[in-house]
């Protein structure tokens, strides 16, 4: 039978394939370090829980980095790498936080373990460690990941948007062999932190006819219009999950049922059907399968820490994660 696909068409496949391949965990294991730097996760845990009681917003920071990182050419700490052209650099990565905790839990294990813990490893550590400070879920985080060598500003193009449709969601995280369920959990990681008026407040006013987003509970509208004025600062900072920004809990999946979701792409969760009823199972409503959060929210980030991991020659152990060696 003759195949009649394009190369760009062969290209995409390809690139499914190896992305949807290391996608479940080829090349980590739980305890890799056990013998080659012993102290390498409670390293790591001591450094964020360091920084998170000076400044408490480094948890949700490192947990949207990895976010941002694996999604990029998989999780291998390329938006760690700065320069003038890095994915760092992006504007979709602008408001990202927390590099400076990376960077410090870096040079303490390069002083007991020079050259055997990668940077895109702690970055998964410090993301699991940010959701526990949180009093969420702890859990066995595979590693063994290389470093990338490549960061390209033009890559973080890929990540999803704050406007993205649910089913360019779905097709976003497909591409990764994440599905639905593996969607909904974990953009609730936004149940902890901040968003800046300015990827929001387009929605407050001139949304649709003139008028403000229709989705945004009448009640809430006021709130978000006094924390985000027109013509007001583009950078104030707004919790995702109001009422409960510190906790990682199931409350902002409550406030998406009751049109208070902040992004206009995490209030299509409750919008779209086939996002909702994961919703409503995760808020135990009756009559159907109940999900715990915490733990499907731990198995989803084990799903996608391994997104496109790299192993032997194709990456390397940085010495400072902000460069390439």
Known sequence: MK???TKPALLAMVFMVTMVATAFGQGTRVGFYSKSCRQAESIVKSTVESHFRTNPAIAPGLLRMHFHDCFVNGCDGSVLIDGPDTERRAPQNSLLRGFEVIDDAKRKLEAVCPGVVSCADVLSL???????????INWKVPTGRKDGRVSLQSDASSLPSFRSSIDSQKQQFARFGLDTKDLVVLVGGHTVGTAACLVFSYRLNNFTNGGPDTTINSSFLPQLQALCPQNGNNFRRVDLDTGSANKFDTSFFTNLKNGRGVLESDQ??????????IIQQLLGEKGLKRLNFNKEFARSMVKM??????????????RVCSAIN
């Open 305 to 318: 820490s391994n997104i496109g991991v790299k192993t032997g020659s194709n990456g390397e152990i940085r």
């Open 3 to 5: 195949c009649s696909y």
């Open 126 to 136: 410090a993301a699991r460690d940010s959701v526990v400070l949180t009093k969420g």
């Open 268 to 277: 299509k969760l409750w919008t779209d059907p086939s996002t909702r009823t």
